[in-house]
């Protein structure tokens, strides 16, 4: 196999673009944003608060508000399907608003928490209550603008509880200071949060990850913005050198410039024995004999179920960890991974926090479900490059984040 690709735009940074966009007073020109279901929902909450949100090809056109959110907006409920970004970084902008809104979402969304964020809104004045079961959705925010002052934190769940917060902190009445106790997962998407929101003007003053300071007034302005390759959705397709031994190259993913902390899964591949060219723009991966490892996917939780399916292929025990709040995800990843694989006839342990794969065993095709989970369904197929029989009995929840991707993946076809 020899493949080239261009992979989409980054899933996250189009949210904290279109947000950062449509709080600005004036045109914003989002270049190469990523249009799937998860940004569709953020796009049309953003309109709903008075946003203009005009499609332009690849390109998104935002006419932002200056942050002031319509006040005939009131009394909508905001609904976010399962996308649990959507859900969490647009719960502070509403709060920062006035009237009463519902932000809901599907079944799925309904099990997946965010009381930690409610109680740290709480404490910068926000007034929201949970109309089902405590910790949440659907929530209901009474909105009347957000004081600000000082909050502690923890991100256990999830490192979107801190984004929100940074990302609504421009617009309060006073400076936000945010303490962050216990270890904070998944940092790199926090790091992608100020970048944006700094590109778009604001300030943010930290030290480390344990505080960070926004001045109130340091509002966001208008500007032509360009959304980075989805290094996330890149990993499948580097997936698939690794385990056919091939040679695919993502033609738009700099190795060099990103901030999104899922490029350290190509230190994995390289350590479990591919070998990895790294370009000014490009990256090529080219598949070698695998070897298992023992690795903290703390730091990229999203590439687990990547990882999971390389490890099939690898010599050895591969042991996943650090973990535990992909059972909080679009499913439970670790018990989801697991089960499927083990109808593959592999041999793997659900731990607390991660997984085993014991690798180099002989697998057999089946129909697998994946549990309604894009990145359950888009692993899937790294396997079924190996293995012969394998059916996918959902390809279409691939929508919510990669609405293109059978149609590339049919470039790494024989």
Known sequence: MRASVRIPGSKSVSHRAMIAAAMAEGESLLKGVLFCEDTDYTGKALQTLGADMIRRGDDLLVRGNGGRLTTNASGNTLFVGNAGTSMRLLLSVVSLGHGEFVLDGSPRMRQRPVGTLVNALHDLGARLSFLAKEGYPPVLVKARGLRGGSVEISNEESSQYLSSLLLAAPYTERDTEIHVK????????????????????????????????????????PRTFVVEADVTAAGYFWAAAAVTGGSVTTTNVDPFSTSQGDTGFLEILEKMGCRVMREQGTVTVQGGALQGLTVDMGTMPDVVPTLAAVALFAQGKTTIRNVAHLRLKESDRLRAVAAEWKRLGAQVEELSDGLIIEGGRPLKGAALDPHNDHRIAMSLAVVGLKVSGLVITDKTCVNKSFPTFWDLWKSLEP
């Open 182 to 221: 216990a270890s904070l997962l998944s940092r790199p998407y926090v790091d992608l949060t100020i970048k944006v929101m700094e590109t778009f003007g604001a300030r943010v003053l930290r030290r480390g990850y344990e505080y960070f300071r926004v001045e109130s007034g340091t509002h966001y302005r």
